[in-house]
């Protein structure tokens, strides 16, 4: 099943329903660039499908990225399963259909003048192995970009752990096309300041028109960090079940 609007023919959502019918007929991944592999744990008892499309994946040059639903303490045997590969834990549908609502808006049309993300600079950042994360949030003060990639940060909820942690970063900021480009690269020195020396950073503008002069929306994803360092994951202030 083709996901989203045509722009993004080359994602492609997995899930229980479909995966079969991929590993039987690679054809059907024929263009693509990413695949999203949603893992519902509270009903998918084998991951090993899902790992045999992700190596068919991987073979042809797409990048597998799994999401995984319904995670508890008791998953993390099938959890380790997943060392090689990327992957998000969220606890609702809605918060899936979030993650991919941002990554829609990464790669939305961009305006003259904007610095623009596109399919590739996603491959560099979720191709980092490892649990990853994301958040955003929006502002419309004075300091609005500064205060929404803050925020966004928090909202990523890394918890005990920091930018240091990880390898890549991805930062998108939804802005008006009169908001001053020097803004945001004063809010970015939040991640040069914090970050790794070496981690991969990756940041880009989206403008619209419709928006205040002084909105922005800073969206964040993290990843590459070393899940296997912790024994407790909680996405976006949501608590593993007990």
Request: overall charge negative; glycine content about 4%; some cysteine.
């Amino acid at each position: 099943m083709l996901w989203g609007l045509s722009m993004l023919k080359e994602i492609v959502q997995i899930d229980s329903r479909n995966v079969e019918k991929y590993c039987m007929n690679q054809e059907l991944l024929n263009g693509c660039e990413i695949i999203i592999i949603k893992i519902d744990l509270s009903l998918d008892k084998n991951v090993k499908s899902y790992l045999l499309l992700s190596k068919i994946a991987k073979q042809k040059e797409i990048l597998p990225l799994f999401v995984i639903l319904n995670s508890t303490k008791d998953s993390q045997e099938k959890l380790k399963l997943l060392k090689n590969e990327s992957y998000f834990i969220v606890e609702s549908e809605y918060i899936f259909q979030e993650l991919y609502e941002e990554i829609e808006g990464v790669l939305s049309p961009k305006g003259e003048g904007d610095i623009c993300l596109d399919i590739a600079d996603i491959k560099t950042v979720l191709d980092y192995k490892g649990v990853a994360f994301f958040g955003s949030a929006k502002d419309s003060t004075k300091d609005a970009a500064l205060i929404a990639i803050e925020e966004a940060v928090k909202n990523a909820n890394i918890k005990d752990h920091s930018l240091r942690d990880m390898q890549a970063v991805l930062v998108h900021f939804t802005i008006h096309p009169d908001y001053k480009l020097i803004k945001i690269a004063h809010a970015m020195e939040v991640i040069y300041e914090h970050a790794h020396y070496a981690t991969d950073i990756i940041w880009g503008t989206t403008t619209d028109k419709s928006l205040s002069k002084e909105y922005v929306k800073a969206v964040v994803l993290l990843t590459g960090c070393d899940s296997w360092a912790f024994k407790q994951i909680a996405v976006n202030n949501l608590p593993y079940k007990s």
